[in-house]
């Protein structure tokens, strides 16, 4: 799954995810959606990680572009949000120490991405 | 007996609605158990027109002994300094304002706009509102800087929006019986007995913020409010969560994120859009850190609690 994918209706890709994983980003569990992201961006998925968003009114922004997307729309989440699997900038910023990050549940908290997260994974929407 | 005054200016009425829900002591305490006699109240006088004016020049001529004189709002300077878009009683609210705070033993603000201004004088500040003895941050107010009462205390500033009714009773009460000498007042004239701790002390989400787990969304009941919704409980000195509202709760403890109303750069930022009820940042680090703590504290602050935080500080513990 890389490329081709673009320009695919968000129902067109919930039946691709449903081809190759036997459900959508919207039913999967916990796992399955790791996975999903996981091949996703070792796939080669290039995700809009500059610019990190300096003001809140730059971060309201990306969650306004977020806020719209139904949850089959797991390319579009990744993508607008800059996710990476690794940590990011010459801090090392990471999932681990981002306030959004429930380091039990291994999940992305803020409401407009809802996804599970690695602690050493990172995106442009990280907050302490 | 003392004699308390009590006048309204660039106000909601706000404080003296607060005033009147006070139960320790209630309204009718002060006057029933503590021997205050209300002159004149914008809500409880009786009088009207030419009788209210007249108890004011009573007070300042000294025929009334002014004991107390209670001002809640700001004090309204517009247009070109003159005062005239509030007047009271046949003149300027601000001519009476300067001559009975000068005839009274003591003066007490309520509220943010009569402590520095509060929501009137929020920029570009069109009633040029000021509070009595601060605008903002800035000292000096309508009664000027060095401004102080009879008795030799500058203004007694009870700020909130609105003041918790107790404090408000509780300071009366304190004046009125003799015991102003034991009140000590911060760098902003607050009576430290409400005003040195935090809104955050005794916040029942203080776990939350210590295991760094945010509420992001209104209603949670899990998380900490001051990550992403913008409380500014731990950089606000006030007892909110030590004298409760109503008796029974708080703002923080109802979900609701502190506005920071009892210091004096209320309403913060300017109410600039996305200010309110967002945390603000700076390269994702808040631009307000808990009083006391840096940057750097805060980040290995945050790295160490995240590590060590327990799986129940991610559920709703406050099972129905």
């Known amino acids: ?128 | 007996m003392a004699n308390l005054l009590w006048l309204q200016g660039g106000a909601c009425s706000g404080n003296t609605m607060s005033f009147l829900n006070a139960e320790e002591p209630s309204a009718c305490d002060l006057v029933t158990d503590f021997g205050i006699n209300v002159l004149w109240q914008p809500s409880l006088g009786l009088e009207l027109g030419d009788d209210v004016k007249a108890i004011l020049q009573k007070c300042i001529s000294g025929e009334i002994q002014l004991d107390i004189f209670v001002f809640e709002g700001t004090v309204i300077d517009a247009p070109n300094g003159t005062g005239e878009w509030n007047r009271f009683c046949g003149r300027p609210m601000k001519e009476w304002v300067k001559e009975l705070t000068a005839a009274a033993q003591f003066v007490v603000a309520i509220g943010d706009c009569a402590t520095w201004g509060g929501i009137p004088a929020t920029a570009p500040n069109p009633s040029d509102s000021k509070g009595l003895q601060f605008l903002k941050r800035e000292k000096g107010g309508a009664l000027g800087a060095n401004f102080t009462s009879k008795a030799g205390l500058p203004v007694i500033n009870i700020p909130g929006c609105p003041a918790h009714p107790d404090w408000v009773t509780q300071i009366l009460v304190a004046v009125a019986t003799g015991r102003a000498g034991d009140l000590t007042l911060d760098e902003f004239q607050r009576p430290k007995t409400f005003f040195s701790s935090f809104t955050q002390t005794g916040c029942t989400r203080n776990m939350h913020f210590a295991y760094k787990v945010s509420s992001t969304a209104f209603g949670q009941r899990k998380g900490c409010l001051f990550y992403d919704l913008g409380c500014r409980g731990p950089m606000t000195h006030s007892p909110c969560n030590r004298i409760l509202w109503n008796r029974v709760s708080s703002k923080t403890r109802a979900g609701m994120p502190c506005l920071g109303c009892t210091e004096p750069e209320f309403p913060f930022f300017d109410l600039a859009p996305g200010t309110v009820f967002k945390t603000q940042t700076v390269m994702g680090v808040p631009k307000d850190l808990p009083e006391g703590v840096d940057k750097k504290g805060y980040v290995k602050l945050t790295a160490a609690a995240k590590g060590a935080a327990p799986a129940w500080a991610e559920e709703d513990i406050f099972v129905v």
């Not at chain 1, 290039?46 to 610019?51: F, G």
Request: with cysteine; aromatic share 8%.
């Open chain 1, 1 to 128: 799954m890389d490329s081709r994918v673009e320009g695919l209706s968000v129902a067109a890709e919930a039946e691709m995810y449903r081809k190759r994983y036997g459900t959508t980003p919207a039913e999967a569990d916990h796992s399955t959606l790791i996975r999903m992201i996981e091949d996703l961006l070792n796939e080669g998925l290039e995700t809009q990680v500059d610019p990190f968003p300096e003001t809140d009114r730059e971060f309201s922004a990306i969650l306004d572009e977020l806020r719209g997307l139904p949850a089959d729309a797991l390319r579009e989440k990744l993508v607008i949000s800059g996710w990476l699997l690794k940590p990011h900038g010459p801090d090392e910023m990471r999932c681990q120490e981002c306030m959004y990050f429930l380091v039990h549940r291994r999940w992305c908290d803020l409401p407009e991405l809802n996804l599970p997260a690695e602690p050493e994974w990172w995106c442009r929407l990280w907050r302490i």
